[in-house]
């Protein structure tokens, strides 16, 4: 027949865990480190358990919590976040008590979030936080309470354009993180694609001939006009019909008598070409 200590000692030979355990909190809600310890109870529920705990930094263990017989469960919330601490337990009854489990250590998880972030690129921008506390340019890190929920924007500056995140965050869209750690996000910035100002080059045609152009675009007599990008270099060709001469250019700069007039368009331009003599179009 198995003695009752015997017995005792038995149903405590068995992996003890300390299992770190967070949860995370809405903004403004207080946040606890805590860690759990559980085992397995092979007594059929008689057994009370005595759990034991020490720093990590030391080696006196000293008693924690007497748990009623039929729990295999204790949730430590007298830590302090980031520091270890370790746990054994032994079960006993009026018969006596048996050995200690086996030792489990565990870390409890900080009690605060450090966000950090950064930019990258070839563009420039800022980032900002809600609740406050970050202003990225000047203030690029906060810590708030662990479980905050932080919501990061990112805003270009003239001539950039955010491409998006990376590290704790991904896409474009504003990022919202929650953690009860330190946490990095980089916001990537662009150079805009330059925008063009557009300007129409119109043609004015007197008499029996055709203008066409060099980009395509116009051929006037039909169509007289098209807008081209600023800076943008039109040759105008001048063709009479059968009988007529083309008698010359003005505006736009063209040389008065040559039959091509050479355009760059900086503004909204005008040219006229004349025509005499012959049959019209």
Known sequence: MVSSLRFLAAITRFPLFALASTTLFGAGETVGAQLTASWADNSGGVATTQLERRLGTDTTYAVLATVAPGLTTYVDTSVSGGLTYCYRAAAYDSAGISAYSNEACGTAPSSSEVVTVGTAGTGTGMVT?????????????????????????????????????????????????????????????????????????????????????????????????????????????ATPNRGAVFTGWSGGGCARTSVTCTVTVKSATAVSATFKGGSKN
């Open 129 to 237: 936080s809600m609740p406050a506390g970050i202003d990225c340019g000047p203030t690029c890190s906060a810590t708030y309470s662990a479980g905050t929920v932080v919501r990061l924007a990112a805003a270009p500056a003239t001539n950039s354009t955010f491409t998006g995140w990376s590290g704790a965050c991904t896409g474009t869209a504003a990022c919202t993180i929650a953690s009860n750690r330190t946490i990095t996000a980089i916001a990537n910035f662009g150079i805009a694609a330059t925008s063009i100002a557009t300007y129409t080059l119109r043609v004015a045609k007197s008499g029996p001939g055709t203008v066409t152009s060099l980009p395509t675009g116009i051929r006037c007599g039909s169509d007289c006009s098209d807008p081209y990008p600023s800076g943008t270099v039109v040759t105008l060709t």
